[in-house]
């Protein structure tokens, strides 16, 4: 008897007889004519993350490097956090006095029940993508796993303004790294949404409802 | 509408395109929400893909990535597999809906798990995975608003991106407050989703097992793709120790890099978005982070006949968008149901046919339900050519009939009728003789400038449409005597 796998590539010769023995891939031309780069300065590009991002309902702000602690002690408070999911390897001094850090580190996972009980999640992040707002995670520095910024209901998100990419081809260049490391990668582009009923726009599903980025110049 | 009522990929007859269109052409509650739906969608989209400069040379860029990978299908699968395999996931081979159902239940069952819960993927819908599931004694839970809410009242998708369109906020509260045990509900639709959340966070909290379809899976890494809006797709990819994948052999593309044409052709096609607000990526199994189990279910059941007809092939490049779906006159006054597959609209009016086989009643009549006014080819992102397989298989359907059906398929009123046409049209007498006889003929007919019904076997054609009469003098009455010949 013939493995299913057999069978299907079996089948897909078959159907594509009509391709020459020889062609390879490569053979079929693609022409990428499409924009590969911004020609913006980086300005524009920081101003036009931050309109894109605050397009989708998230809360934004840019700040500088010294407002940072300060910035994140403030937001923690207009949201009463009392237990913020922290990543391992976070700056120790982004942690804002009187929270208590619920640190997930490799000998203490965090279960699933302590995350959704959590009051919020801050992280940093791997990229920013100014054409489409867009946050990307890769699970790298100050990132943490994926759990941890899915199931608490309110995430502070900390991008630096180098770190944010033109066009959506400069971010798939970006990640290769990450992508040959295997690390999931997640590209957020304000807070989960739904128009599911009668088209009316409903932000806020499963993930975190309120996605609050600081810009970090 | 139930399940079994319509379906191109159960076994039986399903209805004939028109009659099913009646139906719900009679329904003036659908009509005037997938009217609005569509429109809404339709003028977004046009907004969002002007703002790119470059939008038609991605569109180029995607049709031909498509193009490579169907031409080199085996390559790219194999590929695939190693890719998937390598990063720590299992990769299973299903030739039909049957065999991918069984491998999705096999999975679940060595976990013992008793629930599933499950993002949106029009693939499970066209395997029937969750009657499979339950046929085994699981309990399956759609977690996609949407989803959720035709679940829970037993009935199926009208469109493809946006299943629930055919019911109001009204109706909603009340399935809401029939099945998920709440006593106070609002129809306010922040209060909805709401409820929605609360009962899925439990389930996604206790669930084993994960199933998921994939917009995407690339060739050289074997990462998989879910591009999605609510964040249930994160919860299903993330959150169960163990995750199912199932994904159409057609969803494959060759390099990493081909991300930076379909994640902008995607979400700008679909729901009009810069980017929609969670795509998640995943290659095989990370330690640490996510499931520790992942099988990836490589589907063909009918898809590699599709891609044996060169001409139909192209239809093989969909990246289920919907935007075809907004353009589309008949689309917007039937809804999706009339179609009676998973797949409606102009593409599935061209996909269903050719994954269920030429020969069948229902999905046979499905190319003809288009006025091939092109709005669908000219949307598409990666540029399939609508019209043109609708009119392919058009003919495939009438070669079909008059191949397999013997003297009943030379007796068809269709082909006799097509027959008799082309040698009118041929012959500039009889076409000239039949315009005069046209016109004795149909002076009982015509009734201010046009014709509502014709008599007869004829009257098929105008139960959907009125015919303009032949005028009192022709085109060519009219040359002759200017040219005084």
Known sequence: MTSAKEEILRRIRRATRDVSEGERPEDVPVERGYRKEDGASHEELVEGFTERVAEYEAIVHRISEEELPRAIAEACQRRNVERLVVPADLPEYWVPEGVEPLWDNENGRLSNEELDKSDGVLTGCSLGIAQTGTIVLDAGEGQGRRALTLLPDYHLCIVREEQIVGLVPEAFTGLKDTIKKGRAITFISGPSATSDIELDRVEGVHGPRTLEVLIVG | ?485
């Open chain 2, 1 to 485: 509408m139930t399940k079994e009522a319509s379906d191109a990929f159960a076994p039986g007859k399903t209805p004939h395109f028109e009659e099913s269109a009646k139906v719900s052409l009679a329904d003036t509650q659908l009509r005037h929400n997938i009217g609005k739906a569509t429109r809404s969608i339709r003028e977004k989209r046009a907004v969002s893909v002007e703002e790119l400069p470059d939008w038609q040379e991605l569109r180029e860029a995607g049709r031909a990535l498509k193009e490579r990978t169907m031409r080199h299908l085996d390559e790219y699968l194999l590929q695939l597999e190693e890719s998937v395999t390598r990063a720590g996931g299992h990769v299973h081979w299903a030739r039909s809906a049957e065999e991918a159902n069984r491998v999705v239940a096999g999975v679940a069952k060595s976990h013992d798990a008793r629930e599933v819960v499950k993002v949106k993927s029009i693939a499970t819908e066209e395997t029937k995975l969750n009657e499979y599931l339950e046929n085994e004694g699981m309990q399956v839970f759609e977690t996609d608003l949407a989803e959720l809410i035709i679940q829970l009242a037993g009935e199926t998708s009208s469109h493809i991106l946006v299943p629930a369109i055919h019911k109001n906020r009204a109706e909603i509260r009340e399935i809401f407050l029939r099945e998920l045990g709440v006593d106070e509900l609002s129809d306010d639709p922040k209060d909805l989703t709401n409820a929605a959340r609360l009962y899925l966070r439990e389930k996604f909290l206790n669930a084993r097992v994960g199933v998921s379809g994939a917009n995407f899976a690339v060739a050289e890494t074997g990462t998989v793709c879910v591009v999605e809006s609510e964040g249930n797709g994160r919860m299903c990819t993330t959150l169960p120790p163990v995750l199912v994948t199932l994904m159409g052999i057609e969803k494959v593309i060759p390099a990493w890099q081909d991300f930076e044409v379909f994640m902008q052709l995607l979400p700008r096609s679909s729901t009009a978005e810069r980017m929609s607000p969670y795509t998640s990526f995943w290659t095989g199994v990370s330690k640490d982070d996510g499931p520790q189990e992942f099988h990836l279910v490589l589907l063909d059941n009918g898809r590699t006949a599709v891609l044996a007809d060169e001409v139909g092939r192209q239809t093989l490049y969909c990246i289920r968008c919907s935007a075809c779906l907004n353009v589309c006159p008949v689309y917007e006054r039937t809804g999706g149901h009339a179609y009676n597959s998973v797949y409606p609209g102009p593409i599935g009016a061209i996909l269903t046919p050719q994954l269920v086989g030429i020969g069948k009643q229902g999905s046979d009549s499905l190319p003809y339900a288009s006025s091939l006014c092109g709005a669908c080819y000219e949307v598409c992102p990666v540029k399939i050519n609508i019209p043109e397989v609708l009119v392919h298989l058009r003919g495939r359907v009438v070669r079909y009939r008059k191949d397999e059906g013997g003297l009943k398929g030379k007796l068809d009123p269709e082909n006799v009728a097509m027959k008799a046409l082309a040698k009118t049209f041929s012959d500039r007498r009889l076409y000239e003789a039949a315009q005069k006889a046209s016109r004795i003929g149909q002076w009982p007919l015509a009734r201010k400038g046009s014709i509502h019904r014709l008599p007869g076997r004829l009257a098929g054609w105008t139960e959907a449409r009125d015919l303009k009469p032949t005028p009192r003098q022709t085109f060519r009455e009219w040359w002759k005597s200017r040219n005084g010949s």
